[in-house]
């Protein structure tokens, strides 16, 4: 797939919560750009879904479904990954559980428990167990946060709860573990322009009586850019900061939602 000048050229991938969006898109970039990849999530048979799409493309891939919740299943993703390839050197955490979208007022604390479970302390359990391949590889970990660090905008507290954590987890860890070798980034999204969102969209016009279209223009409306990030351009961020190329970076979050915040 790489023709040997790719940015993660005969690197071992791991990327947690692969979906058919955002993780998808990392997938196919890391072995664009020269990696072996390793899938983890929950649901095998999307895992095998997208490794289909790699082998194809003429990438390498490794499928081991893991509840990033349950300490012996990522105990088994160190352990199926180091035995297939025998190293780590990028990880890149986007495993999340989206919590209740109401105010916090009226949200149970057992739904924003549920996702820091998910968000934080699953993310932290991936990257303890992988901490000492990743030193010996002077390897980098890539966590994907979101834009709803930059608002407040009503219903997502409980989100950005979660994602803040994340945040504030990331950047000490990457204090912890810089003597050891290891990066540790951040990438936020925005609006991020795939299935899931196209399919939002649409509810949207149908309650208001526009078009998808309108929906749209007006969310893109509020960015610089005038549209809305694909999952591949996402993709693409987290390949810098998970490359050499970022090697002098790192407790870093960089934002890529088009202009629509700025921090």
């Known amino acids: ?16 919560g692969v979906g058919p969006g955002l993780g998808r898109s990392i997938c196919l970039r890391a072995a664009a750009e020269g990696a ?29 479904p893991t509840d ?38 009226r949200t149970d604390f057992e739904q924003i ?25 002077n390897g980098s970990i890539v966590n994907i946060n979101s834009m709803v660090i930059r608002h407040s905008e009503p219903r997502y507290g409980s989100y950005k709860i979660a994602k803040s954590a994340l945040l504030a987890m990331s950047q000490t860890l990457a204090s912890e573990l810089g003597d050891r070798g290891i990066r540790i980034n951040s990438v936020a999204p925005g609006y991020i ?3 899931q969102l196209k399919w939002y969209f649409g509810e949207v016009a149908k309650k208001y009586g526009i078009t998808p279209e309108q929906v749209y223009e007006q969310t893109a409306s509020k960015s610089d850019l005038k549209r809305l990030p694909e999952p591949d351009e996402i993709a693409d961020a987290v390949m810098f900061l998970a490359s050499p190329m970022a090697r002098a970076i ?13 921090d």
């Open 193 to 195: 322009w795939d299935d």
């Open 250 to 262: 790192s407790g870093h979050t960089l934002d890529v939602n088009c202009g629509e915040y700025h």
């Open 1 to 16: 797939m790489s023709s040997g000048a790719g940015l993660l050229d005969d690197k071992v991938v791991v990327v947690s």
């Open 68 to 105: 990033i919740t349950d300490d012996a299943a990522v105990d088994n993703l160190v352990a199926t990954t180091l035995a297939e390839f025998g190293r780590a050197d990028v990880l890149v955490n986007n495993a999340f559980a989206l919590p209740s979208m109401k105010p916090l007022g």
């Open 36 to 64: 072996r990849v390793v899938l983890a999530a929950r649901t095998e048979s999307r895992l095998k879904e997208v490794a289909a799409e790699v082998d194809s493309a003429g990438g390498t891939s490794l499928v081991v």
């Open 113 to 137: 428990t549920s996702s820091i479970e998910v968000t934080v302390v699953g993310t932290l359990r991936v990257i303890k167990s992988f901490t000492d391949a990743l030193a010996e590889a």
